[in-house]
């Protein structure tokens, strides 16, 4: 009976301190923080606003369309730039993975790229592609395809030689060994490369933005920062964290869905 009821409270007590509603609490303890500074010392809405007036302007936006008019062109140029870039660098990789002479030839270019500070190519892609979203996804897929080209080379070289040699060995043809060996070891690292891609894409569009652009956060962020207006530019950051977040968490559910699968080919 003592070991159950120590059993009961153990798990009673994982449920109530859980890590999910420990994340919670801290982001509302951060909130009271962030609100407290902001009722208390002088000038502070001033230099970081406060989370009531965010959840003001948040609502004012939203009923004026002016959060919706905004978020879309972002969004767009941030999914277009992180699949883009996945495809970019997807076959990147694969090409750099399976040719030595391809992958001697573009290392030193692909590093230089990936040296480059995207915030000093902003302008240069606005000069070249315009103010419109053109520039603003090819920015994003400079800085996503890198991480996806490395991800996709190291994910194809690092397949085990034994499991290749055992297909062949029962004369798996090409569709077999893709669907059984290859697929299956890229999975991790290209969802590994997503979950970083999210943000990098993200932030090549509101660069992008902030350097040239006639809508988006970013922009939202610029023109707020012109007339001293923290409270617009604040709840714009915010609302791009959340953006980040509900993505990243997308493909997490994708992570979970694909992990059966990946199990069930494993063992065919």
């Excluded at 992008?208 to 939202?220: K, P, Q, T």
Aim: proline fraction near 4%; charge should be positive; hydrophobic fraction near 55%.
């Amino acid at each position: 009976m003592k070991s159950e009821a120590a059993a009961v409270s153990g798990t009673a007590r994982r449920v109530r301190f859980s890590p999910r509603l420990a994340s919670w609490l801290l982001a509302l303890a951060l909130i009271a923080i962030w609100q407290a500074a902001a009722d208390a010392v002088p000038g502070m809405t001033s230099l970081a606003s406060s989370p009531l007036l965010v959840i003001e302007r948040l609502a004012a936006l939203a009923a004026n369309g002016d959060l919706w008019r905004n978020l879309l062109p972002t969004l767009e140029e941030t999914f277009g730039g992180l699949a883009l870039g996945l495809i970019v660098g997807i076959c990147g990789g694969v090409l750099m993975a399976r040719s030595r002479f391809a992958a001697s030839m573009l290392d030193p270019y692909v590093i230089g790229i990936n040296g480059v500070p995207r915030v000093a190519l902003g302008p240069f892609f606005v000069v070249w592609f315009g103010i419109g979203i053109l520039s603003k996804i090819l920015l994003a897929v400079s800085i996503v395809f890198v991480v996806v080209l490395f991800n996709t080379r190291e994910g194809i070289e690092s397949i085990d030689p034994d499991l290749v040699d055992a297909l062949r060995s029962m004369r798996a043809n090409q569709w077999q060994m893709l669907r059984h060996v290859t697929i299956p070891s890229l999975v991790p690292w290209l969802l590994a490369s997503t979950k970083i891609g999210i943000g990098l894409a993200l932030t090549g569009a509101v660069v992008g933005e902030l350097v040239g652009a006639s809508a988006g956060l970013g922009w939202y962020i610029t023109n707020s920062l012109n007339v001293i207006d923290m409270t617009g530019a604040v709840t714009a950051l915010l609302v791009m964290a959340v953006v980040a977040m509900l993505m990243y968490y997308a493909v997490l559910v994708i992570e979970r869905r694909l992990s059966v699968w990946r199990s069930e080919a494993g063992t065919r």
